[in-house]
């Protein structure tokens, strides 16, 4: 289950009688009482951790803001503000944040979510702005590719890497991404040893959208397999107005890309935003989520199941008969890191 339980739990409900055993929940909403009780009905909290969200702080530290090709700070896309991930202040701020997260809470892992360059990619019509051409982005590609790049103003160095080096950048970016993932995990694994790292992500396949999941959000599948436990696509079918299975497509999909090198947990859509999705569609998605590999499903939201008992009623059907015919899958409380329903 996606976010706070407390609408869940406010319904009179436990995790333990509708087959839920994890809780995915954003990290400053973390507290022992959570914990506590999460235990008490049989489930681990995980925790959410808004990686490169950069709203509320760029605002405050323009040196963080992402710089277009154009020279220029970028606009939000849509409602997504992401920061430059190079910034080695918000860097290190960031970190100091996990490594405190991770001394207060014994949490059974960490999900990097918006974890991609800034650009929004939940919407059908998606935002693909070309950045960070920032002066720590620059430098940074110099130091790391050896590629000098000619003096000038940013929006003409940055022509010139784009016509003369795309290749070069792309690959620069996805493993700066990278980078970010190996220090989460090295410091998840000297602070809870056997917590997991997991990552939501674009579900796009890699051609989609002229391959813009790596050309533009800087997320190679096949990287961040070596480094990451767990790949929890947002096949958010409503939101990006896709057919409901195409859920189990892309997930089919994933399991091929991914084969065994990391477990597959997707996050599907119960939310009624763009539209209303009905109970009997979520059922269908939460199944279809169950595709291909995957050994777990939840959902967005805790708070859009809460508020409706058919979609109560559909989340505990089908989580309870995995349960009951999926022995593999219907795991214990002390194995929880192995899979969740």
């Not at 989520?289 to 995957?294: C, D, K, L, N, R």
């Amino acid at each position: 289950m996606y976010s706070h339980p407390k609408p869940f739990w406010d319904t009179g409900a436990r995790l333990r009688e509708y087959g839920v055993n994890a809780l995915f929940v954003h990290s400053g909403s973390i507290t022992s009482e959570l914990l506590a009780r999460a235990a008490s009905e049989g489930a681990r909290v995980y925790a959410e951790f808004p990686t490169l969200n950069g709203e509320g702080y760029v605002e405050k530290h323009p040196e963080a803001w992402p710089v277009n090709e154009h020279g220029e700070k970028a606009l939000a896309a849509t409602w997504f503000m992401g920061a430059c991930p190079t910034d080695p202040r918000r860097r290190a701020w960031r970190m100091k944040q996990l490594d405190e997260l991770l001394d207060r809470f014994e949490i059974a892992g960490v999900w990097m979510d918006y974890f991609h360059w800034h650009a929004q990619f939940e919407d059908p019509s998606p935002v693909l702005p070309e950045t960070c051409f920032s002066q720590t982005c620059l430098a940074g590609f110099e130091t790391t590719s050896g590629i000098r790049v000619p003096s000038g103003t940013t929006a003409e160095r940055a022509r010139w890497i784009l016509e003369r080096h795309d290749p070069e950048w792309r690959n620069w970016r996805t493993r700066h991404l990278l980078d970010w993932a190996r220090d989460m995990k090295s410091l998840l694994r000297k602070k809870r040893p056997g917590a997991l790292l997991g990552v939501y992500h674009c579900p796009w396949a890699d051609n989609e959208f002229g391959g813009a999941r790596r050309r533009i959000l800087g997320l190679d599948l096949d990287q961040l397999a070596s480094v990451v436990d767990v790949f929890s696509p947002m096949v958010y079918h409503g939101r990006m107005q896709r057919r409901p299975e195409w859920v189990g497509e892309n997930v089919e999909w994933l399991s091929r890309k991914v084969g065994n090198r990391a477990k597959i947990w997707p996050i599907v859509q119960a939310h009624n935003d763009p539209r209303a999705i009905s109970a009997g569609e979520f059922e269908r998605v939460l199944r279809l989520g169950t595709s291909g590999t995957a050994t777990g499903v939840m959902m967005f939201t805790a708070q859009s199941v809460a508020s409706d008992s058919a979609k109560m009623l559909a989340m505990r059907r089908v989580y309870r008969e995995w349960e009951s015919t999926s022995p593999t899958r219907a795991v214990s409380l002390p194995s929880l890191e192995n899979d969740l329903v």
